[in-house]
């Protein structure tokens, strides 16, 4: 049995293939139903497929991905077919950049990235390792005997603290971030780096798959949609996108900044996310004042990095309610310490939707949550605001 | 280096902008290896801020200054194209700033296609600022110079604007130069004239310039655009029919009826200035307050007032209007169809493409019609290079089934089952193309879902 599941339940595969260079045989764990498989075309994230396992096997695999592929997928196979040279690699990076990872005791999630981000390509990069208010000296002793990384303590807790505290000990014009539980694909830096070429885009962000779908909570992370914001490129302007659905282009554990934009909008805000009352959120705020302040986002589909999730049903629920409690900090910021309505007329519309959900769910609509759920995001929901000012006193 | 185009002229009008126009001049001053034998005629036209004073000083380029009161800009463009000595003329505005190299890129297009019309990109010099107008207007400039420079777009003639373009100079005589008339969409009008006079319209990517509308452009003067180019549509209407295809204030009757307040506005002869002066002042509460929907929807309004308003200048009675929009737009003229079959690869119907240059082209695959290249009398006949650019945008399902019944993508494997694979492209369908924000949430439900409905995790 993998670490993890409780008895007898069933896990799924995650794996990285390219249609051209496929096994002759799909072969996971027996106790693996299906697989998640992140398709590659000419070595180039694509898009994704969901594939049945009988177990733990595929003998098929290349018809059972054709027929689970999805739309972006397709797409990138008929442009490749029609172009070859438009699934080119990015290139080097004109000028070297600085990777940052804050940290807080979690040493043994933290080797793995650090093991990842020193496999990539090295362009000059520098990797910074915030670690973040630490209660052991793990984190320093792992890193001791790594000439490449630069350890930095930051003892006032808090993960935009953390990131703020990487921002000024950067050199360099732009910043990618990434989480201590996850670990990037080998190309993730350099694909991020090429958005940059414009010099509107402030940041970029890229999709983030799971290292592993061990537990139900897991999958219930990903199949909801996790860190995925599927595998389309999209261009995130103030003109056609609202900021405050800032969101939608990802998380804090991808993304990128370029550190001239935030002199003109600020730096990450330390009242928002981990060791704060709101949980979460400084990265979808810092999302919007870029989007509002005339900057550019792009994610980059290809710009890929793995993560793992939570592990126990508790963890889940606990980071879901973190997710309402903090976007609805976000708006109850903007609205009320900003002075912004859109910020209220988002927040209501929210609310509005929520109890439409409540109400299909009471009837028990297939495909929507239990109410007690429903009824838990609600109430999370609700804390923003108080959870909001509360950190500001802090 | 200059053989083929021994002279060249820059044609600059310009309107008490000195300082871009200082810019622009230091630009083209640069190191541009062509300044030897260039002229620049500056199209002074009703400047009162110290324009000729400033070009008086400037003794390190070819000037020549022609003076006009205050004519418009396509009068000014013919008379600085018709002073002008060189054989190129490369038009520019005055708020577009030329990079490196502009001036030898101009050169080099059309060499590569003599008696053509160029145009080079300039999108919108990089700014952020965090204002909704701002924005929306950088938005659709870059979008537009992104479409342009799209392989496989198809030029049409609202892809003709003078901020920067090159015609050689007989050219320019054959066609007549702008008909100054117009006072906003003078371009459009020679677009068409382009085109149907059959020259070559072209895109130069390299001949970039960077456009600093956020320095010359404001809400206030975008109303006053929108009121000329609602004057100039109901011209262009009257000159050439088919464009009404594409002109709003034809567009615009909803079932046949010209809306209420449309047509009060129309009727009313500025009666409701002031108020729609009230409601600009609006604006900027609303964009303080966040309120973007409300922001652009007023906006778009406002500029909608100006257009009708423009209209009824240009068509002085309802009743004219109403005819305008009545009269049936002539249709499209069915040509006969080029067939062309992918099957074999593309090269073959490329060639075959730009051979004929034709309205039409039947797309097949084998003996499968994939789907047709439409005709267009507003745009520049098919050329080879828009095929697969074509097959991919609008024909990608259909050709990739096309590709699974042929067995190319399974290797000539009998033992797939293809009809599975097909119905897979199908089910794949809505959600082609470019993302919307909750779609991919969509489709990855509908993955999860459709494999894990027997197990557990799945409920």
């Not at chain 1, 106790?31 to 590659?40: E, F, G, I, N, P």
């Not at chain 2, 701002?134 to 049409?156: D, T």
């Not at chain 2, 009313?268 to 604006?283: K, T």
Request: aromatic letters at 8%; a neutral charge; proline letters at 6%.
């Amino acid at each position: 049995m993998t670490t993890g599941s409780t008895g007898g339940a069933s896990t799924m595969a995650v794996l990285d293939l390219d249609i051209d260079d496929l096994p002759a045989v799909i072969e996971a764990r027996p106790t693996d139903v299906a697989a998640l498989v992140l398709l590659r075309v000419q070595g180039r994230p694509a898009g994704q497929a969901v594939v049945p396992l009988v177990n733990g096997r595929c003998d098929t695999p290349r018809q059972a991905l054709l027929e689970g592929a999805d739309s972006a997928f397709w797409e990138a196979l008929l442009s490749s077919r029609l172009d070859p040279s438009r699934s080119a690699p990015p290139p080097a990076p004109k000028a070297p950049a600085t990777v940052a990872v804050c940290t807080r005791d979690r040493t043994e999630d933290l080797r793995r990235c650090v093991a990842a981000l020193l496999a990539m390509p090295d362009d000059g990069q520098e990797i910074l390792v915030v670690d973040n208010a630490p209660r052991t000296e793990a984190t320093h002793d792992l890193l001791a005997g790594m000439p490449r990384i630069r350890y930095i303590r930051e003892d006032r807790p808090g993960l935009d603290v953390a990131r703020n505290r990487a921002l000024q000990e950067a050199r360099t014009e732009i910043v990618a971030f990434t989480d201590d539980d996850a670990a990037p694909d080998a190309l993730w830096l350099r694909t991020l780096l090429r958005n940059f070429d414009d010099p509107l885009v402030g940041a970029a962000t890229g999709p983030t798959l799971p290292i592993e779908l061990e537990t139900e909570a897991q999958m219930d992370f990903q199949r909801f949609g996790g860190f995925l914001r599927g595998y389309k490129r999209m261009v995130l302007d103030g003109a056609t996108h609202d900021p405050l659905l800032g969101w939608h282009a990802g998380a804090g554990v991808n993304m990128a900044l370029r550190r001239s934009a935030l002199s003109s909008i600020g730096p990450f805000d330390e009242a928002l996310d981990a060791g704060t009352p709101t949980q979460a959120g400084g990265d979808a705020d810092m999302y919007r004042r870029l989007i509002a302040g005339g900057w550019r986002i792009v994610y980059d589909p290809e710009a890929l990095n793995w993560h793992r999730h939570r592990r126990s049903a508790e963890e889940l629920v606990r980071q879901m309610w973190g997710y309402e409690v903090a976007g609805s900090a976000v708006l109850w910021k903007t609205f009320a310490w900003e002075g912004n309505w859109g910020g209220l007329v988002q927040y209501l519309s929210w609310f509005a939707r929520e109890l439409a959900l409540l109400g299909y769910s009471i009837r028990r609509r297939p495909g929507t949550p239990a109410p007690a759920v429903v009824l838990k995001r609600i109430r999370g929901g609700m804390e923003g605001a108080r959870a909001y000012a509360r950190a500001k006193r802090a | 280096m200059n053989d083929m185009w021994p002279d060249i002229s820059v044609v600059v009008p310009t309107h008490n902008r000195m300082a871009l126009l200082g810019r622009l001049l230091d630009a083209l001053a640069a190191k541009d290896k062509t300044q030897d034998t260039m002229e620049i005629v500056i199209v002074a036209d009703g400047c009162t801020d110290g324009t000729l004073a400033m070009l008086a000083k400037r003794t390190d380029l070819h000037l020549r200054v022609l003076e006009l009161p205050g004519s418009g800009p396509a009068a000014a463009r013919n008379a600085g194209a018709a002073a002008a000595r060189g054989g190129l003329l490369i038009f520019l505005d005055d708020d577009v700033i030329p990079g490196k190299g502009f001036v030898a890129a101009h050169i080099a297009a059309h060499r590569r296609c003599p008696d053509a019309v160029v145009i080079g990109p300039y999108p919108p010099a990089p700014h952020t600022a965090p204002d909704l107008f701002r924005l929306r207007l950088r938005h659709w400039w870059i979008s537009h110079f992104k479409e342009i420079a799209r392989p496989g777009h198809r030029m049409r003639y609202t892809d003709l604007l003078t901020g920067n373009l090159s015609v050689p100079a007989a050219l320019w005589v054959r066609l007549g130069g702008l008909d100054p008339a117009y006072h906003a969409h003078e371009d459009y009008e020679l677009g068409l004239r382009v085109l149907q006079a059959g020259v070559p319209l072209i895109f130069a990517p390299e001949a970039r310039a960077l456009h600093f509308e956020h320095e010359t452009m404001t809400v206030e003067r975008s109303f006053r655009r929108a009121f000329e180019e609602g004057r100039a549509d109901v011209m262009l209407a009257k000159r050439s029919p088919e464009v009404r295809r594409d002109l709003r204030a034809i567009l615009w009757r909803r079932d046949r009826r010209i809306a209420p307040v449309d047509r009060l506005i129309f009727s009313g002869g500025g009666r409701m200035d002031r108020m729609a002066g009230w409601a600009a002042r609006r604006l900027v509460w609303l964009e303080r307050r966040g309120l973007r929907g409300l922001h652009g929807g007023l906006l778009r309004r406002l500029q909608a007032y100006w257009y009708i308003r423009g209209l009824s200048t240009g068509l002085r009675s309802f009743a004219n209007w109403q005819a305008l929009a009545d009269e049936p737009v002539p249709a499209v003229l069915p040509a006969t169809p080029l067939q062309v079959d992918i099957r074999d690869g593309f090269d073959t119907a490329e060639a075959a493409i730009d051979a004929a240059r034709p309205d039409t082209v039947e797309i097949r695959y084998g003996h499968r019609l994939l789907g047709t290249m439409g005709p267009d009398d507003l745009a520049e006949p098919w050329r080879g290079a828009h095929l697969k650019p074509f097959v991919e945008k609008h024909l990608s399902l259909r050709y990739l089934q096309a590709l699974v019944v042929d067995g190319l993508l399974d290797g000539h494997d009998d033992r797939t089952d293809r009809i599975a694979i097909m119905e897979a492209i199908e089910r794949a369908k809505p959600y082609f193309g470019q993302q919307r924000s909750p779609w991919t949430w969509y489709e990855q439900f509908e993955q999860w879902r459709r494999v894990l409905k027997d197990t557990k995790a799945g409920q």
